[in-house]
Every structure is written in C-alpha cells, then in structure tokens.
C-alpha cells in the first residue's frame, strides 16, 4: 500500500537537502507565483492562444520581464555567495525530443506547466488531465532513464551563456535587455471570452 505520509516526508528531506531553502519560504514563493498568474490572466486558454497566434503579447511580456528580472537578481545573488548554479547537461537528442513533446502538450492543452497547475485550481478540469498525465510520464520517464540515454546524446556538458561569453557582467545585461524587450513589445491584446462554468 502507499504510504503517503512517508512519500511526503521524503520529498520534504530531499527538497530541503538541495538547499533551495526552507518549505514555508518555497510555499510562499509558489503562492505568490500563482498568484502574479491568476491576477495576468495567462492561465487563460484565451491568452495562450493570443500569443501563439501573434494577437496578443502579455505572455511574452511576462515571461521576458520575468526572466529577466531573474536574471538581475540571479547576478547580484551569485556576487553575493546567496545562490549558486545547478546547470544540467546539455543532451541535444533530449532537448529536441523534449522540446517536441513540450510543444505537443501546449497545443493540446493550451497552457504550459506552470499555467496548469492555477488553471486546475479554478476548475479547469481538462488540463488536470494534462497534469496527471505529465506526472505520470515524469515518472515513467525516470524509470526508463537509464535505457533513453543512447538517445539523449550528445552531451555537450554543463555550458552557460556567460561561459560561452566569458563575461562575468553578461548575465546582468541579458536580464537588463529582455527587460526592455519586454516594454518594447506592443500592449496589444484579445479579449478574454467568459463563459458559464
């Protein structure tokens, strides 16, 4: 029988032993990132749509604003001994699979993995499919890990842009330019349809 209460034990110990910081400060930064969703609206199939579609930007402009805010506070956190890297591998076979199966779900969903998840909470039932189904590949695909890797290659190592650079203030002016990518962008958007639930 699962054991649940062990499962979630385990999580939180391997969680905290990775030191991305303690399970209240993780809770509180998901909340507030569901929150800048919800409140954007881009857990919307509406807006999704919108940008795949070129009618309208305020999920790019998210998600440039924030990658790059990110990015800022990423540089001054490394300079300051508050954060480190965890990069991964980069394996292109795994990458382009990846990015195919990604692409997939999107259009089929419309929404990503980090929009489902609130979608879910105000009762979108059809991507709590996605959500389960995502899940459940996620675990079948640690299983089978150790077979795909013939697959996955070629590893071309744990490279990041400011290595490719060799700039220690590089990633401070990536950030600063997706900044400005993002207010260039027009403020164009489509209306979002409300139906009866």
């Not at 054991?3 to 209240?24: A, C, R, W």
Request: glycine share 14%.
């Amino acid at each position: 029988m699962f054991d649940i209460v062990g499962f979630f034990e385990k999580t939180i110990h391997l969680v905290e032993n990775q030191h991305h910081g303690s399970i209240p400060f993780i809770l509180f930064l998901g909340i507030i990132f569901g929150a800048v969703i919800q409140w954007s609206r881009v857990d919307t199939f509406d807006k999704i749509a919108g940008f795949a579609m070129l009618h309208g930007f305020k999920v790019p402009k998210m998600l440039f604003f924030g990658i790059g805010l990110a990015s800022i506070g990423l540089y001054f956190m490394l300079k300051m001994g508050w954060a480190h890297y965890h990069v991964k591998p980069i394996l292109l076979g795994g990458i382009v699979i990846g990015g195919i199966i990604f692409a997939i779900g999107m259009a089929i969903l419309g929404l990503c993995p980090g929009t489902g998840p609130v979608a879910v909470s105000e009762g979108n039932i059809d991507v709590l499919t996605g959500l389960i189904g995502g899940v459940l590949a996620g675990a079948l695909f640690t299983y089978l890990y150790p077979h795909l890797k013939p697959i996955l290659g070629p590893d071309f190592g744990k490279l990041t842009l400011n290595q490719l650079v060799n700039k220690d203030w590089f990633i401070f002016v990536y950030g600063a330019i997706l900044i400005a990518i993002a207010y260039i962008l027009p403020n164009r958007e489509i209306e979002e349809e409300v139906g009866e639930i």
